[in-house]
């Protein structure tokens, strides 16, 4: 019935395809291919109604996310047509292309590059290729960027470096040669310091600056030691990029006189998820929580069993899933005993690094974060991307970075987050509103044309 309908609207026989849809069982294609036939009749107001009815029957059908996204590109909403574009869990070309209009509609010309770049990798039509080539050639500039990085530091920058290089020209230094580092380092026009530690010691004092832009990205524990930021020569750094408000403070705090040298130099530019990574999907109140960290002091893990001990004492099925490996053999000697001493080996099991986080996180209620400090938290976001509630420990700036009600100082409180309404869609739209790797882009856009 439905490929008769879609005939039917090919043809332009709309009034005969309204009779045949009012027939279809299924509210969710009935309503869908209500939608339809209104985008082609070209009212796409009362299209979209349609398709908005049709996703609460199934908010992640790849049909329906498909044709509301469309629709509201074409009225011009290109955030929201993202946004539900963006939730299609196998995305084909045609996806990616319309991806690309909505970021080149609002001038995030690295991002729509980076959109194109995928549909034409996939797509069977030379337009597709020439359209990403055609654009890749407009909007080029003939700017050098090094990012410099030393190894096992790089998580955070292959997604910036991957879009930017859409329209600069991006030398990606992973390394700790000399000579390399040099290399890119006379060969950039922008250098971009990744962590504000050894080797941005190393670069600030002993290369000449030569009329080049830097910036420096400071993540945290940088500045919760005396190791490196007192080393850096900060009149050499044009930038400082913080990833959050409050690290603001831990600068003030521990680093005075740095901080008087580059609070005029400090801008914020959160950090980024590439949402196309992660499959978003409604879920609901359960038993299984998890947690997703290496296992050191900063995430407080000794929290971690006495949360557990107080969950168990409520329902003897809350369990908790733990990816991650140890750092300090302490915590590996000191669980092994504690699990067996209080009976909790049944309830807490350590999976040790995950490299799918999708597939652990898939039968996933809660996300646990204990963290004594977090310039971030990307298992929080990651999480929440996916559309798991997350439960977070208060530290300094956790209710600056996600929704307060989210979060608990002391143990007895969690049972209040466990009792408020689970809501997906809501933990979902958090991450797509305020850390997509959309806006981080834009932000460093505007940091870099600042620089000239």
């Not at 908010?59 to 044709?67: A, F, T």
């Not at 490196?228 to 020569?233: C, S, V």
């Not at 998820?273 to 992660?278: A, E, K, M, S």
Request: glycine letters at 4%; a negative charge.
């Amino acid at each position: 019935m439905v490929q008769k309908i879609m005939k039917l609207i090919s043809q332009a026989k709309f009034d005969q395809a309204k009779q045949m849809a009012e027939k279809l069982p299924d509210s969710l294609e009935k309503e869908n291919m209500f939608g339809m036939i209104d985008y082609y009749e070209g009212r796409l107001d009362e299209s979209i109604e349609h398709f908005k009815k049709a996703l609460q029957f199934d908010p992640i059908n790849s049909d329906v996310l498909y044709n509301y996204g469309k629709a509201l590109l074409d009225i011009k909403d290109y955030k929201e047509s993202w946004r539900y574009l963006m939730r299609i869990h196998n995305k084909d070309w045609t996806v990616y292309d319309l991806l690309g209009d909505t970021q080149l509609a609002q001038g995030n010309i690295p991002m729509a590059l980076y959109y194109y770049g995928k549909a034409a990798e996939i797509s069977p039509l030379e337009e597709m290729k020439k359209k990403y080539l055609e654009h890749k050639k407009e909007y080029h500039k003939d700017t050098n960027i090094a990012i410099l990085c030393l190894p096992g530091l790089d998580n955070f920058i292959h997604d910036i470096a991957n879009v930017l290089s859409e329209v600069y020209n991006v030398k990606l230094v992973v390394s700790t040669d000399g000579n390399e580092i040099v290399q890119a380092y006379e060969w950039a026009d922008i250098v971009w310091l990744e962590w504000a530690n050894e080797l941005a010691v190393e670069v600030t004092n002993k290369l000449e600056k030569k009329g080049k832009k830097i910036v420096c990205r400071l993540h945290s524990y940088e500045a919760l030691t005396n190791a490196f930021l007192p080393r850096i020569d900060w009149e050499k750094v044009d930038n400082v990029i913080l990833v959050s408000e409050h690290m603001k403070e831990v600068i003030r705090t521990y680093h005075e006189s740095v901080y008087e040298k580059v609070k005029n130099k400090i801008v914020i530019i959160h950090n980024g998820l590439n949402l196309d990574r992660f499959k978003y999907k409604p879920r609901t109140k359960g038993y299984n929580l998890a947690i997703v960290a290496h296992i050191n002091y900063k995430k407080d893990p000794t929290m971690w069993l006495q949360i557990m001990h107080y969950l168990t004492k409520i329902d003897e099925r809350y369990n908790l899933s733990i990816a991650g490996d140890f750092q300090d053999y302490r915590y590996h000697f000191y669980f092994n005993h504690m699990l067996k001493e209080t009976g909790l080996d049944k309830n807490i099991k350590f999976v040790g690094f995950v490299s799918n986080i999708d597939e652990f996180l898939e039968d996933k209620n809660y996300i646990l974060s204990t963290s004594v400090h977090e310039s971030f938290g990307y298992n929080i976001a990651e999480a929440m991307a996916v559309g798991i509630k997350p439960i977070i420990h208060n530290f300094v700036g956790a209710k600056s970075l996600w929704p307060g009600e989210l979060t608990f100082n002391f143990i007895d409180e969690i049972s209040q987050i466990l009792k408020q309404y689970y809501n997906s869609n809501s933990y979902r739209e958090f991450v797509e509103n305020n850390y997509p790797i959309e806006r981080q882009i834009l932000g460093i856009l505007v940091q870099f044309s600042r620089l000239g």
